[in-house]
């Protein structure tokens, strides 16, 4: 699909059934209910409600400053770490609820990992950087199991070939591309279900963005995938469900080829025009 900026198509209805039709099969993977957060006496987003649904990608759309990586980061609860910043309302993961305090935060990030717009490695080999997250999370004890999950976890992230020959040297040492897909091999790596990627295309070139989005695509198979995109043709290209936040608020959600061709909201259909934003 490559239709963003486009006025409506005669076909809209069409597209838009196909879209609700393949979104319909999928079972809810995190529902937000009414989701707010304060930064100090700032607020920052107001009654956010959506589904997430289950192996597919969900992009979160909408001019600079209306909340969308505030809103990713109740997902996995990075906004505990950032100090004032308070979560009102109510996140589920497959059903519970992700801020109940008997939950352990370490286990959630582990199910919801998170890669960000950086990449950002650790100074540590090809090979630690994905080996390392799981051993402290106890699922590798032998060098054999340290393997396995290395060269598993770099093949789902599409990087293996291009570095099997030199997995001991940093990973700092690779393209900005490579980087960003070891930080995809280290999420997965710890075994998530849901993947939170905040602009991870941002710093890259279109050839190694074309392949990051690529690799997404293959992903959505076997992970549930949270997007934030300041490019309406990636979330149009990737996703499959988008959702449109305005100063703090999802104005509109749903199939992602029903958001750019025929969307409810006027607000909606002038970002996605280009009107604003
Ligand atoms: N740590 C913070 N402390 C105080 N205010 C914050 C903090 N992080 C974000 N904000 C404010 O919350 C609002 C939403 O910001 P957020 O970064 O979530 O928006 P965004 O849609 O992701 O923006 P962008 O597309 O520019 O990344 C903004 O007004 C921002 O200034």
């Known amino acids: 699909m490559n239709f963003p900026h486009a006025e409506l198509t005669p076909n809209a209805e069409q597209a838009s059934d196909h879209g609700a039709a393949e979104l319909a099969q999928r079972s809810v993977r995190v529902r937000a209910s009414d989701v707010s957060v304060f930064y100090g006496a700032k607020q920052a987003l107001f009654d956010v409600s959506v589904d997430i649904p289950d192996r597919a990608v969900t992009a979160f759309i909408g001019p600079s400053g209306c909340g969308k990586s505030t809103f990713l980061r109740c997902i996995n609860r990075m906004n505990d770490t950032i100090e004032g910043a308070r979560v009102g309302g109510k996140i589920e993961l497959d059903g519970e609820d992700i801020y109940d305090p008997s939950l352990d935060v370490v286990e959630l990030r582990a199910r919801v990992g998170m890669v960000f717009q950086k990449p950002n490695p650790f100074p540590k080999s090809i ?35 291009e570095v099997k020959d030199r997995l001991h040297e940093p990973g700092t040492g690779l393209s900005g591309g490579q980087q960003q897909r070891l930080c995809i091999a280290r999420a997965i790596a710890v075994g998530p279900e849901v993947i939170l990627m905040d602009e991870p295309c941002s ?75």
Do not use: C
């Open 203 to 277: 710093a890259l070139d279109p050839i190694a963005t074309a392949i990051i989005e690529e690799l997404i695509d293959e992903l959505r198979e076997n992970y549930t995938i949270i997007i934030v995109t300041h490019s309406m043709q990636q979330a149009a290209r990737v996703s499959q469900k988008t959702a449109f936040f305005h100063l703090g608020n999802l104005v509109e959600e749903g199939p992602t080829d029903k958001i750019f061709t025929n969307p409810e909201d006027k607000r909606t259909q002038d970002y996605i025009t280009g009107r604003f934003g």
């Open 127 to 161: 090979f630690e950087n994905v080996a390392y997250g799981p051993r402290i999370h106890g699922l590798i004890r032998t060098k054999a199991d340290a393997e396995e999950v290395v060269v598993s976890s770099l093949r789902k992230a599409g990087l293996f070939n």
